[in-house]
């Protein structure tokens, strides 16, 4: 039984069923596997003329030219050239550039010994140029931005660790500061009680020393208070009996003056006034009272 086939897909350069061709907008065509594969890669671009295709791809009637007839049953010797074909059509576009390359020196190198025929040397050029223009090139890209991702993803790393550091710093940091604080309250507790033991030291001596005081103004004698009085007494008669001769011997010398400049005195020197206050100064210090008050301002 024999089945119609499209001689060669754009994209996996196989023989495609005439049931899986698909056909777009812009005329081109390819295999079903294909298409599916690149709609599920987002690449809704046709791979010959690089135009927008749809998702639901155009089925269209091919002519007799462009399908042949091929048997199911006979099976045909491969040749070193299907399996170069073969790992073609394996190629997709997230292959490696490595296996890229690998894949155009086998071309090259078929394409050398196929100098005897042209057909085959034709096709294998043309697998070339279409591998050459398209795959390695996307390829390439790719790679490019698989490294550029490694390198982003390095940064990220990166950025992490000194995130980490940066944390691991302001905790540090922060156990410092709260141990500053707390040294810091125990030495305003420290001074705080430092202080307190200074104003009741203040205190008690203070007290102290009105204890003392007290016990100086208790100790004082009151026998030796008319020796005192005595003492004080004479001081007082003393003063008085030399301002009475100095108020005197002035009168004297200004009576000798002439008649006409002659002066009254009298209001100046007045005896009896100076007696008189000499004896309120020996009844207060014979009182009892004014004892008394130098008793009281002792112990004050």
Same mark, same amino acid.
């Given at each position: 039984?024999?089945?119609?086939?499209?001689?060669? /897909?754009?994209?996996?350069?196989?023989?495609?069923?005439?049931?899986?061709?698909?056909?777009?907008?812009? @005329?081109?065509?390819?295999?079903?596997?294909?298409?599916?594969?690149?709609?599920?890669?987002?690449?809704?671009? /046709?791979? $010959?003329?690089?135009?927008?295709?749809? #998702?639901?791809?155009?089925?269209?009637?091919?002519?007799?030219? %462009?399908? %042949?007839?091929?048997?199911?049953?006979? #099976?045909?010797?491969?040749?070193?050239? =299907?399996?170069?074909?073969?790992?073609?059509?394996?190629?997709?576009?997230?292959?490696?550039?490595?296996?890229?390359?690998?894949?155009? @020196?086998?071309?090259?190198?078929?394409?050398?010994?196929?100098?005897?025929?042209?057909?085959?040397?034709?096709?294998? $050029?043309?697998?070339?140029?279409?591998?050459?223009?398209?795959?390695?090139?996307?390829?390439?890209?790719?790679? %490019?931005?698989?490294?550029?991702?490694?390198?982003?993803?390095?940064?990220?790393?990166?950025?992490?660790? =000194?995130?980490?550091?940066?944390?691991?710093?302001? +905790?540090?940091?922060?156990?410092?500061?709260?141990? $500053?604080?707390?040294?810091?309250? +125990?030495?305003?507790?420290?001074?705080?009680?430092?202080?307190?033991?200074?104003?009741?030291?203040?205190?008690?001596?203070?007290?102290?020393?009105?204890?003392?005081?007290?016990?100086?103004?208790?100790?004082?004698?009151?026998?030796?208070?008319?020796?005192?009085?005595?003492?004080?007494?004479?001081?007082?008669n003393a003063l008085l009996e030399r301002k009475i001769k100095?108020?005197?011997?002035?009168?004297?010398?200004?009576?000798?003056?002439?008649?006409?400049n002659v002066a009254d005195f009298s209001p100046l020197v007045?005896?009896?006034?100076?007696?008189?206050?000499?004896?309120?100064?020996? =009844?207060?210090?014979?009182?009892?009272?004014?004892?008394?008050?130098?008793?009281?301002?002792?112990?004050?």
């Open positions: 039984m024999s089945d119609l086939v499209l001689k060669e /897909c754009p994209i996996c350069f196989g023989a495609i069923p005439l049931r899986e061709v698909v056909f777009f907008r812009c @005329g081109h065509k390819t295999c079903e596997a294909c298409h599916a594969q690149r709609v599920q890669m987002k690449d809704l671009t /046709c791979v $010959v003329c690089r135009k927008e295709i749809e #998702k639901k791809p155009l089925r269209i009637f091919l002519s007799s030219d %462009e399908v %042949e007839v091929v048997d199911e049953e006979p #099976k045909q010797e491969r040749r070193p050239v =299907d399996d170069v074909l073969d790992g073609l059509k394996k190629i997709v576009p997230g292959t490696p550039v490595a296996s890229l390359q690998r894949a155009s @020196g086998r071309i090259k190198k078929m394409q050398r010994r196929s100098g005897d025929n042209p057909h085959m040397a034709a096709a294998l $050029v043309q697998e070339l140029r279409k591998l050459d223009e398209r795959m390695i090139p996307l390829a390439a890209q790719l790679e %490019e931005y698989q490294k550029g991702n490694e390198d982003l993803q390095d940064r990220i790393r990166k950025l992490e660790s =000194d995130q980490r550091k940066f944390i691991d710093k302001m +905790k540090k940091e922060k156990s410092a500061a709260q141990s $500053v604080q707390q040294e810091g309250e +125990k030495q305003r507790h420290r001074a705080e009680k430092y202080l307190k033991l200074l104003k009741e030291e203040q205190e008690q001596s203070k007290l102290k020393l009105d204890e003392e005081t007290r016990k100086a103004c208790f100790s004082f004698r009151p026998q030796n208070l008319p020796n005192l009085l005595t003492s004080s007494y004479n001081i007082q100095a108020l005197v011997k002035d009168q004297k010398r200004r009576s000798k003056s002439s008649s006409s007045d005896p009896s006034r100076e007696l008189s206050l000499k004896r309120k100064v020996d =009844d207060w210090y014979s009182s009892p009272d004014s004892k008394l008050r130098v008793l009281k301002k002792k112990k004050v």
